[in-house]
């Protein structure tokens, strides 16, 4: 396990801190998002010690605002359990993509990466380092979005949970949400993959709105998973040919 000084000379390091300087640009909206996330658990019906250990060890936030629907709705635990699954799908993805970047380090912290992937570090990471190299510091970047995303996300859903019941519905959190969300999926546009991604996402939401219990959401995450995943292996394919028609790859 990491020792104190370990942690002091990681902190220290630039590519950590810039790492910190990336995800602190886009921290406002996860925020957000973490307060009302963490609202919306203990107002759905969850009591505080089951919202803290939700939060804390699931730590996947659109699994849990897709789920809370239908636990308030008292949808079977199948359907509960298979929505959370569908969206947390891209993890595996996510997951694939960043092995190569840390498949010299030990079982132990490849499991402890696992768990503070999320989408907005993920895409921090490989739009700053597309090509891994083992290099030292790409971990240190690794760390410095990821720990920022994790912080910025468990504090404000940690105080969401705690001060659900003090906080009037008048408030309008949900929609204040919707904004600083909106304005994290609005930097991310000059990518075309995401951008397709999340033009897909939105056209089956809209569409599918008819769909009981928001099982829209869950017809949306999954169709731009698949999106995503087809355009980026033809995106390999086409990059591969490239470089075999230029004489670069044998």
């Known amino acids: 396990m990491p020792s104190l000084a370990r942690v002091q000379s990681m902190l220290t390091q630039p590519a950590f801190r ?3 300087r990336d995800m602190r640009a886009v921290s406002l909206g996860i925020a957000a998002w973490g307060l009302v996330t963490g609202v919306a ?3 759905s019906g969850l009591s505080v010690q089951l919202a803290l250990a939700i939060s804390l060890f699931v730590f996947a ?3 849990q605002l897709a789920a809370l629907p239908l636990i308030a709705a008292g949808a079977p635990l199948w359907l509960i359990l298979g929505t959370a699954f569908c969206v947390n799908l891209r993890f595996v993805v996510f997951s694939a993509q960043m092995r190569p970047y840390f498949e010299q380090v030990p079982r132990w912290r490849r499991l402890a990466y696992g768990y503070l992937i999320g989408d907005l570090n993920q895409v921090l990471m490989i739009r700053r ?3 891994p190299t083992h290099d030292p510091q790409q971990t240190q970047y690794f760390l410095g979005v990821s720990l920022t995303n994790w912080v910025a996300w468990q504090i404000p859903s940690l105080l969401g949970i705690a001060m659900a019941q003090h906080i009037p519905g008048s408030w309008g ?4 949400g919707t904004l600083a969300l909106l304005g994290i999926v609005l930097s991310l546009l000059a990518d075309r993959t995401i951008a397709g991604v999340i033009i897909v996402a939105s056209a089956l939401s809209a569409l599918l709105f008819w769909l009981p219990l928001r099982l829209n959401l869950v017809a949306a995450i999954v169709g731009a998973l698949i999106v995503g995943m087809a355009w980026e292996a033809w995106s390999s394919r086409q990059l591969t040919a490239g470089a ?3 004489g670069t790859k044998p």
Do not use: I, N, R, T
Not at 173 to 176: E, G, K, P, R, V
């Open 18 to 20: 810039e790492g910190v």
């Open 41 to 43: 658990m203990v107002k």
């Open 129 to 131: 380092h597309p090509h």
């Open 244 to 246: 075999v028609l230029d």
């Open 61 to 63: 936030g659109s699994a």
């Open 173 to 176: 959190l949900a929609f204040a």
